[in-house]
Nanobody, 124 residues
Framework: QVLLVESGGRLVQAGGSLRLRCAAS??????????MGWFRQAPGKEREFVAS????????DYANSVKGRFTISRDNAEKMVYLQMDSLKPEDTARYYC???????????????WGQGTRVTVSS
């Protein structure tokens, strides 16, 4: 059983920053073997890719809409993945999810495990 728990979402003004956290656990879950992704879903919209990081942390990918503003990182010893979000815009408002898969991609359909999400609201 794999459990992913996101936290850190809240209401923030445009131009502000947030740091989202995703804590992974599970008796048989080898966190350091899994790539991790962050996705988001705004009301009435499909879930979209935000960022991903490989198991080793070497390979990182960002959606164009967040490149230069968001930074994904991970701590394999603590089984944590982070999303530092700077220069936030109202269009970043969404529920943010972390997900795990051996080979992280941009497609949400490729991920095996998901958290429940954390809500981010950016006011203008």
């Amino acid at each position: 059983q794999v459990l992913l728990v996101e936290s850190g979402g809240r209401l923030v003004q445009a131009g502000g920053s947030l740091r989202l956290r995703c804590a992974a656990s599970g008796r048989t879950f080898s966190f350091s073997s899994y790539g991790m992704g962050w996705f988001r879903q705004a009301p009435g919209k499909e879930r979209e890719f935000v960022a991903s990081i490989s198991a080793s942390g070497v390979n990182i990918d960002y959606a164009n809409s967040v490149k230069g503003r968001f930074t994904i990182s991970r701590d394999n010893a603590e089984k944590m993945v982070y999303l530092q979000m700077d220069s936030l815009k109202p269009e970043d408002t969404a529920r943010y999810y972390c997900a795990a898969d051996f080979r992280p991609t941009r497609s949400p359909y490729d991920y095996d495990y998901w958290g429940q999400g954390t809500r981010v609201t950016v006011s203008s």
